[in-house]
């Protein structure tokens, strides 16, 4: 049974070069990726160090050949899966993956396995897998790309606890993906892009397929999940000119959904304090401040507020301006 996500849990966010996320298209299971995150999980507090202080986690693996990781088998799956999560990790280990870089302002690839396993031939309840990982490929994992001032650029940040919330391999490769954007309100990505970033099957680059095996399984999960997120409504795929399909998403982050849920508090705080609102008034027009965004309704009621005195239906006025300059 995969534990609960509340969302009081302990956040394990892990902030991660982007150019990390090239390895989901070579993870090919919902074990493999489970061991992915773990991974990270493990590697968090060199990835901070070199994140926070340029050189300073890379300063942390000097003089180290090889990280040593220890993963307990129930941290991945019941006991009941066992032998199909050692079958994971030897596959993992074979598995010849590929990470475009930046060094020394020069684009680099890198070229192997990410890891060599040792794991018992029958696993138990109390087993432990050990990872050894060369420190090449460690720093690859902390290897931020700096901007002209020194500071961390193209960086992600992720909630590893999606491995506890679902066990639905696309929806936590989405997840992982949609966390490069965190940053954007919209994406708008080549799908043929998108799937094989995904490491998708090419059926899936048939629009209909995408929204039916990909969209439509994720969206309430990830939203749900309360971290980063699409609005499965208005997302579209459409055809360019040059033939080739294009997948728009309109994002959302718990930050932002935090930002947006205080500003509409302060909307209605404005509403009843200077316009004389009552609870049914402003439920009478919650459409309208759900659709619109809520700095603009702020605006457009500091712009009512000027001369509002003079008025003698002060609520009546500040419907009729409102539906009038938001209702579409």
């Known amino acids: 049974m995969i534990a609960k996500v509340t969302e009081n849990r302990r956040k394990s966010l892990v902030v991660t070069p982007n150019h990390v996320m090239d390895l989901l298209s070579f993870v090919d299971s919902t074990y493999q990726l489970h061991i992915f995150l773990l991974i990270l999980e493990n590697l968090k507090g060199f990835a901070q160090k070199e994140f926070n202080n340029h050189l300073s986690g890379q300063r942390s693996l000097f ?15 019941n006991a009941s899966e066992y032998r199909d999560v050692k079958k994971a990790f030897l596959n993992m280990s074979k598995i010849h993956c590929e990470i475009k870089y930046d060094e020394s302002n020069e684009r680099k690839i890198w070229s192997g396995s990410l890891f060599s396993v040792s794991i018992p031939v029958v696993p138990n309840y109390s087993s432990f897998v050990k990872i050894r990982m060369d420190v090449v490929v460690a720093k690859l994992f902390i290897n931020f790309r700096r901007n002209q001032n020194r500071l961390p650029a193209y960086y992600s940040k992720l909630d590893t606890n999606i491995r506890l919330f679902t066990r639905t391999k696309n929806t936590i490769k989405l997840y992982l993906y949609l966390s490069l954007w965190r940053s954007k309100s919209q994406i708008n990505v080549k799908l043929d892009d998108l799937c094989l970033s995904m490491g998708l099957p090419k059926a899936y680059r048939i629009p209909s397929n995408f929204k039916k095996h990909i969209l439509e399984p994720a969206r309430e999960v990830l939203k749900k999940f309360n971290d980063v997120w699409f ?27 935090e930002a947006e849920r205080m500003k509409a508090e302060q909307i209605e705080n404005i509403l009843r304090l200077h316009f004389g609102f009552h609870s049914a008034d402003i439920k009478e027009m919650e459409a309208i401040i759900r659709s619109t965004p809520k700095d603009q309704f702020i605006d457009k009621l500091l712009y009512l507020s000027h001369g509002i005195d003079k008025v003698q239906n002060k609520v009546s006025y500040v419907k009729k301006s409102l539906i009038n300059r938001f209702q579409t």
């Not at 033939?243 to 309109?250: I, M, P, V």
């Open 231 to 257: 609005d499965f409504d208005r997302s579209s795929i459409h055809k360019s000119k040059e033939g080739s399909y294009h997948l728009r998403l309109k994002l959302t982050t718990r930050e932002k959904s």
């Open 63 to 77: 003089g180290e050949e090889v990280i040593v990781m220890q993963i307990a088998l129930s941290e991945i799956s």
